[in-house]
């Protein structure tokens, strides 16, 4: 079992930089691939970014490819996610999920979810 809690949301203007933290439970954090979702008021669930962690695989959804960096902590058991040049169409709850997807960039797979936490971004 793994417990995911989020936290480093809030309210930024366009153009600024957020970055999210993603606590992880357990001793088996480095052996698990981690996502970054978002969701937009009625909007479905999208990736964001996932981290394979072993071979340092990284993915990254087109519209924030350049703006948006995951990493990760392993001696921490932290995932987190660098967001740069924030755009309005950035606004939404982002979610930290964990897991061995097949696909990394598909939700299924991700076995663990965090409880979300809102990014805002005004003009």
């Known amino acids: 079992q793994v417990r995911l809690v989020e936290s480093g949301g809030g309210l930024v203007q366009a153009g600024g930089s957020l970055r999210l933290s993603c606590a992880a439970s357990g001793r088996t954090f480095s052996t698990y691939t981690m996502g970054w979702f978002r969701q937009a008021p009625g909007k479905e669930r999208e990736i964001v970014a996932a981290d394979t962690g072993i071979g340092k695989t990284t993915a990254y959804a087109d519209s924030v490819k350049g703006r948006f960096t995951i990493s990760r902590d392993n001696a921490k058991n932290t995932l987190y996610l660098q967001m740069n040049s924030l755009k309005l169409e950035d606004t939404a709850v982002y979610y930290c999920?964990?897991?061995?997807?097949?696909?990394?960039?598909?939700?299924?797979?991700?076995?663990?979810w965090g409880q979300g936490t809102q990014v805002t971004v005004s003009s």
């Open positions: 999920a964990a897991g061995r997807p097949s696909i990394i960039r598909t939700m299924e797979g991700y076995d663990y």
